[in-house]
């Protein structure tokens, strides 16, 4: 059986954290490992370090931004070409796989027929008491929710099924990726960033597949190195991609039962940050609210697709986004 994992680290202008990043792959003692690094057309020397250090490494350079969504996809379907390999590892530069990882998750995920998604704990790089996500799930105001995020570690936790893992360091089975009915855009590439992997996250689910937390894996994140250099970009986007991650994945009935809740979250939202002073953040989460609720037109047909194949009860669902296993 094939065992291979291949993992896709998407850069822009992070030539700075891609040495340790590649360091902690080639640190594991699982031998069956390639990666493929996608250049988001950095102006930095990014590939030339690449090139140079780091030899083995195969990279793909493109000529413009593709966002995280279209640059894991064009790394995954050149990995997938490889009929060695049965896993997909994402990995982002400011993230650190501590010593067995891939060993651990592969172990585990092997056992697992209907497996799609898989996260090891983890922590915070700074501090590795602190958790930085166990899992991710939508909760019943309809926002994207990282597991455990700034909890203390104490006891370990799991192995468990969860809703959705956070795709900072995660593995995803072939299997899973050459079943679900969007081929080699397994990213929505419609989002740019921001949500893609609860948005795929929710997919699985719906579809049967079953998504791990597998805690004796640990992973390291800084969070945000590339995406918080624009805070309010970040809020737009976010605002506006949930908009499409709901539609895309809920039945009708569970959308108007979350309805509610999702306005008075945006209304709390919005009154926070102005009291905060945050009136330009304010005005860009309404903007990406509003923006995303006029873009759903564009994700009708994948809305059809994605329901048309539901295997779970809606009461499933439901039950796993109380707090996401």
Same mark, same amino acid.
């Given at each position: 059986?094939?065992? +291979?994992?291949?993992? /896709?680290?998407? &850069? ?27 250049? !988001? ?30 640059? !894991?996809?064009? %790394? /995954? ?12 590892? $994402? ?13 651990? *998750? ?5 056992? =697992?027929?209907?497996?799609? $998604? ?28 990282? &597991? ?8 370990? /936790?799991? #192995?468990?099924?969860?809703? %959705? ?6 593995? *995803?089975?072939?299997?899973? *990726?050459?079943?679900? #009915? ?25 579809? %049967?597949?079953?998504?791990? $937390? ?17 805070? %309010? ?6 605002? @506006? !991609? ?6 895309? !994945?809920?039945?009708?009935?569970? $959308? ?7 306005? @008075? ?18 005005? @860009?989460?309404? =903007? ?15 809305? @059809? ?8 009860? +809606? ?11």
């Amino acid at each position: 059986m094939p065992s +291979k994992v291949a993992f /896709i680290v998407v &850069g822009w202008n992070n030539a700075d954290l891609l040495p340790d990043c590649f360091r902690s792959v080639y640190r594991q003692t699982y031998n069956e490992v390639d990666i493929y690094y996608i250049d !988001n057309y950095s102006k930095d020397n990014s590939v030339e370090l690449v090139k140079k250090d780091f030899p083995n490494v195969k990279i793909i350079e493109l000529d413009y931004n593709t966002g995280f969504a279209k640059g !894991n996809n064009i %790394g /995954i379907a050149a990995a997938l070409k490889d009929p060695e390999v049965a896993y997909i590892g $994402l990995l982002n530069t400011d993230a650190r796989l501590k010593d067995q990882w891939t060993q651990k *998750i592969v172990a585990f995920a092997s056992k =697992k027929p209907k497996g799609a $998604l898989y996260q090891g704990m983890t922590l915070d790089y700074y501090n590795e008491d602190i958790i930085d996500s166990t899992h991710t799930y939508v909760s019943y105001n309809g926002q994207a929710t990282q &597991g455990s995020w700034r909890y203390y570690y104490q006891n370990e /936790i799991g #192995p468990k099924k969860v809703f %959705g893992v956070n795709a900072a360091a995660c593995l *995803i089975s072939r299997k899973f *990726i050459e079943a679900q #009915p969007f081929g080699q855009e397994l990213f929505d590439e419609r989002m740019f960033m921001y949500l893609e992997d609860v948005d795929l996250a929710a997919r699985a689910t719906v579809l %049967g597949w079953d998504n791990y $937390l597998v805690p004796e894996a640990r992973a390291l994140h800084m969070g945000s190195a590339t995406s918080g250099k624009n805070p %309010g970009f970040s809020l737009y986007m976010t605002f @506006r !991609n949930n908009s499409a991650m709901l539609f895309k !994945n809920f039945p009708l009935k569970m $959308l108007i039962r979350m309805s509610p809740a999702i306005l @008075r979250g945006d209304i709390d939202t919005l009154r926070v940050l102005r009291r905060m002073g945050k009136k330009d953040a304010a005005r @860009r989460v309404l =903007k990406g609210r509003i923006v995303g609720i006029l873009r759903l037109p564009l994700f009708i047909m994948k809305r @059809r697709k994605v329901l048309k194949r539901m295997k779970v009860p +809606k009461g499933y669902m439901w039950n796993l986004m109380r707090n996401g296993y």
